[in-house]
Nanobody
Framework: QVQLVESGGGLVQPGGSLRLSCAAS????????INWYRQAPGKQRELVAT???????SYADSVKGRFTISRDNAKNTVYLQMNSLEAEDTAVYYC?????????WGQGTQVTVSS
């Protein structure tokens, strides 16, 4: 069983930065790709960033050059560094660990970008 706990969300002004963390329990973390998704009010959940078990990263076009995903396997934690935040980045952010037939999700952390 895997549990994912996100943290680091909050209220930030446009142009500001936040770092989200996703702490995972269980022994499969280092073998799994991890995704960050977000869901804004009235919109579908969208994939923001992915990091593979080997450290390869990919990003949605809307966040390229502003967000950075990274992982620390020793801490079973994935990070999402978010810079130059915009109002359009306001959403609940979720980390996701797909593994075999299982699909694990955290409870989400709210990010609000507003002046």
């Amino acid at each position: 069983q895997v549990q994912l706990v996100e943290s680091g969300g909050g209220l930030v002004q446009p142009g500001g930065s936040l770092r989200l963390s996703c702490a995972a329990s269980g022994s499969i973390f280092r073998f799994a790709a991890i995704n960050w998704y977000r869901q804004a009010p009235g919109k579908q959940r969208e994939l923001v960033a992915t990091i593979t078990s080997g450290g390869t990263t990919s990003y949605a076009d809307s966040v390229k050059g502003r967000f950075t995903i990274s992982r620390d396997n020793a801490k079973n934690t994935v990070y999402l560094q978010m810079n130059s935040l915009e109002a359009e980045d306001t959403a609940v952010y979720y980390c996701n660990l797909p593994f075999g037939r299982k699909d694990y999700w955290g409870q989400g952390t709210q990010v609000t970008v507003s002046s």
